[in-house]
């Protein structure tokens, strides 16, 4: 029972560059989400989807983009990776959006120098 | 705007003591809240989900409790283990959608519990 499933684990990366951070369950859920927690702060929500084919923008999404083709699939993508962009990154799906339990991935943790 | 409060950030407890985790929240317009572990270096796992409408939940030797009015959420762990040592989190789900159509679950901090032998 994989659950949601994230890679890689860590990742360094330089001023610029870009890059993927891939995410997949294997529950069915409709609804996929991805987060990122910065140290003294919240969860904040980037980027989340109601099923393939239907991405919507969160609360904090400038600087990143997302896909969903399939409805295991939700990568996030960093384009030109900045400083401020460096962050531990979850990902996370449930069945509904409201009454249901989230299942989260076990984390990215990026570093952008 | 909502904002989560967790308090205390951080709590050292001998084994086998009972112990509450505090969650307050700004706004009493909320949908549920849902209790979560965060072990190092992992990702969150629910433990609770409590509906605005309930008074409580319980699972095993967790117990929550919330209490809308007054804007708190409390989290009790009876016979602490040092397993149960983790950062513990509370998410608030609103009543209303954003007007950007989500949900715009506001996390807490974390309380750091360490339970020690």
């Known amino acids: 029972n994989a659950g949601v499933t994230q890679t890689p684990k860590f990742r360094i990366l330089k001023i610029g560059q870009s890059m993927t951070l891939q995410c997949a369950q294997d529950?069915?859920?409709?609804?996929m989400y991805w987060y990122r927690q910065d140290p003294g702060m919240g969860l904040k929500l980037i980027y989340y989807?109601?099923?393939?084919?239907?991405?919507d923008k969160g609360e904090v999404p400038n600087g990143y983009n997302v896909s969903r083709s399939t409805t295991e699939d939700f990568p996030l993508r960093l384009e030109l990776a900045a400083p401020s962009q460096t962050s531990v990154y979850f990902c996370?799906?449930?069945?509904?959006?409201?009454?249901?339990?989230?299942?989260f991935g076990q984390g990215t943790r990026l570093t952008v120098v | 705007k909502q904002e989560v409060t967790q308090i205390p950030a951080a709590l050292s407890v001998p084994e086998g003591e009972n112990l509450v985790l505090n969650c307050s929240f700004t706004?009493?317009?909320?949908?549920?809240l849902q209790w979560f572990r965060q072990d190092p270096g992992k990702g969150l796992t629910s433990l609770l989900l409590?509906?605005?409408?309930?008074r409580e939940q319980t699972s095993g030797r967790l117990n929550a409790s919330l209490d809308k009015s007054s804007g708190r959420s409390t989290l009790y762990i009876a016979a602490s283990q040092p397993g149960d040592s983790a950062t513990y989190l509370c998410?608030?789900?609103?009543?209303?959608?954003?007007?950007?159509?989500?949900?715009?679950?506001?996390f807490g901090i974390g309380t750091k519990l360490q339970v020690i032998p």
């Open positions: 989807s109601v099923g393939a084919g239907i991405t």
């Open positions: 529950m069915n859920h409709n609804y």
């Open positions: 998410a608030v789900h609103p009543l209303f959608m954003n007007s950007g159509g989500y949900q715009k679950v506001t």
């Open positions: 706004d009493s317009a909320i949908y549920n």
């Open positions: 996370a799906s449930s069945i509904g959006q409201r009454n249901t339990e989230a299942f």
């Open positions: 409590i509906q605005s409408s309930q």
